[in-house]
């Protein structure tokens, strides 16, 4: 009996699902909340690809988390329902058949319709079986993790956590041993396994969020909810969010963590003694093994037993003495809930060295406003010249210690890397330094990929073995840990002449052996004629360089590569660009059950559309969009257009206009008048960085600025991440003080744009100035758009173009009314947002309530009785 036909008699008992009347929300749900998770509900049972928007402050985690955990719920319970009901009918028409015989019927024919019944029932009974099992292995567990969790005490007074801290770090010296290549190189690890299976799997949610602290909310969300207690949910993260081994959680870089961890992993296995039946009986202790993979089963079980987020789960494995990575990705297994980042899911290879599977599941992406441009930038690469000189260097010196102890094949491998590497240097027209009389023009190209590796010479190599190669030999772990004992060799390569280190000699090097095959070009090959010092190394050069190897490898028609020469090789660079994002999420597309795009300002919805779904190949009936609208009430927004400013100066800050002294001087004023009347917090968000300076610098000099500190305290965006939390709480304290409050000049995009919170005080107006486009001179933006125009349609340049506009417009304006007491005003400052094509692409929310005012004093009128109303 075939599966087939097995299925197909199953599928005659299939039922429609429909929403429940409750959806186990922990409060009673706002209108838009119910609607939200009905069509959820519907979109799930109907396999869709759908676009759900929801503006920040309505309950959207919690709105997604009960409408898709509760169709899952019903949905296993519909398949138990459904096998039943199939049994029972297979079992009726056995018994029919058994009558049939006795009652004289054709015996030949009746038995052979009942040996067919009977697989049939054997099969369903199988798969109901199947599912009691899995239940009470699931129960046991829980069982026993519970009875654990009662002894945990002692268990930690046992089993001292410092006792495993010391075990963890690395003993003894390296051993050169250690960094040789090994010639098995086909020697897999767990990470590659793929068990190929052909058994449709179980439908499974996975849900996907930018950042690890969003997807802790989300997670603390699910411990809300009454599915905590009955989901089993598991976090995923890279090594980097869950080693607890402190020698390796110490090497800053994930490449370097994973490599050297799955040495460790690898030194595992090898100390394991195996049975002729292949069963594991012994293991040796090997020195250089992670001791916290002891304990991952334990851990594991708790996982499936709790529903924990990733830090919840790394203090339960320094606890245990758990591996958290491990155990995560063994509990998946036994998952109905799977929470990644974004680069889990989304970069290919990550998802697949992770092993998650996406057949039938549900995947639920979180924050998906800029899906496509993540999509774009995780599968983006940039190496520097410094880098790859860098690079080449250290392998360089590698190969020449241990070129004796490398096999032929690796040998030959090593050689390929140092000669793709030498090519890029040589096509980057390498100069390391030159002095000012020399420099030229900076020089950024343009190549398909395929143009680019026959321009760069490198047309002769298979990338995809070469990238294989260093991957499998972990060649970063190995050229770090050789740098790290030998480190008077990092630089300069014993055999080079003391005065030409690194990066010149290395050059000479390849000027050398192109004169020997071919004369000429030897402008391009010849050294350096400044003596400047060759910088230290920083970083792990190979480690960019792989990865832009790897992105050579990954897609030829969709890919550019971005060549930038500059004066000097340091600072030329190399990157690979995705220009269509589609080509990597068809198999996301194609293969899921359904799709979810959740966000805040999904607007324009067509962008996700035509771009992803209808680009993967997707059949236009399987989209559906749905947004709702804000819980606040529609009186607690006030958004305006302000085409004008107090003297009647058109507001117009295109490129052209907008370093005219006059336009920034009616901004000053504009902004004098806006801080009398709006209390407590304004952000004003300007284009960019150097906009942002030019307005401050103008203002300073003109005494503008002191007439708005009279009113406000002034706090500009920082620019490095590690102070935006001080500055932040220092305007939250003065936005709040009273009279007066605070300014805050932001960039749009910039580090206080996305993700964070300027609710209630913090901000009660937030300012536009300008659309912020993207830079259209860009040779990367230009190419983005042609090819838009080329595949998508004649205008699909233009429209992206206009899109990341006012999807940036959008994600600022999202900043403020964070709650169903909130309360702001938005003031868009260009008379170009009166288009209706731009008041298009503003969330709905916003644009229903949107105003338009040809004059500046009604501005004002509006203003003071907005927050007149609300004293
Ligand atoms: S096995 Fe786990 S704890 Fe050990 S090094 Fe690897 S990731 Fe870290």
């Known amino acids: 009996m075939s599966n087939d036909n097995v299925d197909a008699y199953i599928e005659k008992f299939a039922t429609e699902l429909l929403p429940p009347d409750d959806f186990m929300f922990p409060f009673p749900p706002y209108e838009i909340q119910r609607d939200f998770m009905g069509e959820l509900y519907m979109a799930l049972e109907k396999k869709k690809l759908a676009i759900f928007e929801s503006p920040t402050g309505t309950g959207k985690s919690l709105s997604l988390i009960c409408g898709a955990f509760s169709w899952l719920r019903d949905h296993e319970e519909r398949e138990v329902c459904q096998l039943q009901a199939a049994l029972k009918n297979i079992e009726e028409e056995n018994l029919a058949l058994a009558n049939e015989e006795a009652a004289g019927g054709d015996w030949l024919s009746t038995q052979v319709k009942q040996v067919a019944t009977n697989n049939i029932k054997f099969a369903i009974r199988k798969q109901l079986d199947a599912i009691c099992k899995e239940e009470k292995r699931i129960s046991e567990i829980r069982t026993r993790i519970r009875s654990k969790e009662e ?7 046992n089993k001292s956590l410092t006792a495993l801290d010391e075990d963890s770090s690395e003993s003894g010296p390296i051993e050169d041993s250690e960094l040789i290549l090994e010639d098995d190189t086909n020697d897999e690890n767990e990470e590659e396994n793929d068990e190929g299976d052909d058994v449709e799997p179980p439908v499974k949610i996975i849900f996907c969020s930018r950042t690890h ?30 080693c607890v081994n402190k020698a390796v959680k110490n090497l800053k870089s994930l490449s370097l963590m994973n490599e050297k961890c799955l040495d460790m992993v690898k030194s595992t296995e090898k100390s394991k003694t195996k049975d002729e039946s292949g069963k594991v009986t012994k293991k040796s202790k090997s020195s250089k093994s992670c001791p916290f993979l002891k ?29 958290p990575y491990y155990a995560t990705r063994g509990a998946t297994a036994d998952s109905q809930v799977i929470v990644v980042p974004y680069n889990i899911l989304l970069h290919k290879s990550t998802r697949e060295s992770s092993q998650l599977k996406i057949k039938n599941s549900i995947i639920i992406v979180d924050e998906a406003h800029n899906l496509l441009e993540t999509v774009s930038h995780i599968h983006s690469s940039e190496v520097s010249g410094r880098q790859l000189s860098q690079a080449l260097s250290q392998l360089v010196q590698y190969k020449s210690k241990y070129v004796k102890l490398f096999s032929s094949s690796n040998l030959l491998s090593i050689n390929q ?31 398909t990929v395929s143009e680019f590796i026959l321009s760069a010479g490198i047309d002769n190599y298979n990338l995809f073995k070469i990238v294989e190669f260093c991957r499998k030999n972990k060649i970063s772990h190995k050229i770090r840990c050789f740098a790290e004992k030998y480190p008077g060799l990092n630089i300069t390569p014993k055999t080079a002449p003391p005065k030409k280190p690194g990066i010149k000699s290395f050059l000479q090097e390849i000027a050398q052996e192109k004169n020997k095959k071919k004369k000429g070009r030897e402008e391009i090959l010849e050294t350096p004629k400044s003596d400047n010092e060759t910088p230290p190394i920083e970083g792990q050069p190979l480690i960019p360089t792989l990865a832009f190897l790897e992105c050579l490898t990954m897609s030829y028609k969709e890919g550019r590569i971005v060549v930038s020469k500059q004066a000097t090789l340091g600072n030329s660079s190399v990157k690979y660009l995705l220009l269509d994002p589609a080509s990597v999420m068809k198999e996301i597309v194609q293969e899921a059950r359904s799709v979810i795009l959740a966000g805040g300002t999904m607007k324009p919805f067509s962008e996700f559309r035509d771009r992803l779904f209808l680009a993967c190949g997707a059949d236009e009936s399987r989209i559906v969009d749905f947004s709702c609208g804000h819980v606040i009430p529609k009186e607690n927004i006030l958004p305006l257009v302000v085409p004008v400013g107090p003297t009647g100066q058109t507001l117009e800050f295109t490129f052209q ?59 500009r965006e920082p620019k490095t991440s590690s102070q935006v939390d001080v500055v932040l709480k220092e305007y939250a304290d003065s936005a709040r003080r009273k009279p007066g409050g605070a300014l805050m000049f932001s960039v749009v995009g910039g580090k206080l744009s996305e993700g964070l919170n300027f609710s209630d005080d913090l901000g009660r107006c937030v300012v536009v100035v300008g659309m912020p486009y993207p830079n259209l001179t860009s040779p990367e933006l230009k190419e983005k758009l042609k090819f838009l125009n080329d595949t998508v349609g004649p205008h699909a340049g233009q429209e992206y173009y206009e899109n990341c ?67």
């Open 805 to 871: 506009c006012m999807k940036a417009v959008n994600q600022c304006i999202g900043r403020a009314v964070r709650h169903k007491n909130d309360f702001a005003t938005v003031l868009l400052l260009d008379r170009r947002y009166q288009a209706t094509n731009h008041v298009q692409l503003l969330p709905k929310w916003i644009s229903a309530s949107l105003q338009i005012q040809n004059k500046f004093g009604p501005v004002l009128g509006l203003l003071g009785k907005f927050f007149r109303d609300r004293r």
């Open 151 to 157: 002894n945990r005490k002692e268990y930690r007074k």
């Open 657 to 715: 206009k907008r370093n005219d002294p006059a336009l920034i001087g009616e901004l000053g004023r504009l902004l004098v008048n806006v801080c009398n009347i709006v209390p407590a917090g304004v952000v004003c968000f300007f284009p960019s960085y150097d906009y942002e300076n030019r307005i401050y610098q103008f203002l300073e000099d003109d005494g503008l600025l002191k007439r708005i500190a009279s009113k406000k305290k002034i706090f």
């Open 213 to 242: 602290s969003q997807l802790a909310q989300f997670i603390g969300e699910i411990q809300r909810t009454t599915f905590n207690n009955s989901f089993r949910v598991v976090p995923m993260g890279s090594r980097q969010n869950c």
């Open 417 to 447: 890397v140092i000669f793709v590497l030498k090519s890029l240097i040589k096509f980057l027209d390498g100069k390391s330094s030159v002095s000012e009389a020399e420099k030229v023009k900076p020089d950024t190209t343009l190549y």
């Open 295 to 323: 304990n991952t089963q334990a851990l594991k079980e708790s996982i499936v037993s709790e529903v924990m987020d990733l830090e919840e789960i790394v203090k339960k494995g320094e606890a245990l003495g758990g591996c």
